[in-house]
């Protein structure tokens, strides 16, 4: 699990998940227990692309 940044700021957890024959991208909101699929940016509401996050 890698933690990215928005291009607003805000923090992402990205991870890498083995999906039968191909790796699949998952976008996290990291909180304690709780962990929500993203596929939006939770502060600004931008498109999540792991290319584009810092």
Known sequence: MQRRYCSCGA???VEYRFSGR???T???LGRRLLRKR???CP???RAL???ELS
């Open 38 to 40: 993203r596929e939006v």
């Open 49 to 51: 692309d792991i290319n």
């Open 43 to 45: 502060c600004c509401g």
């Open 22 to 24: 191909s790796w699949t």
């Open 11 to 13: 923090p992402v957890l």
């Open 26 to 28: 998952v976008f996290s």
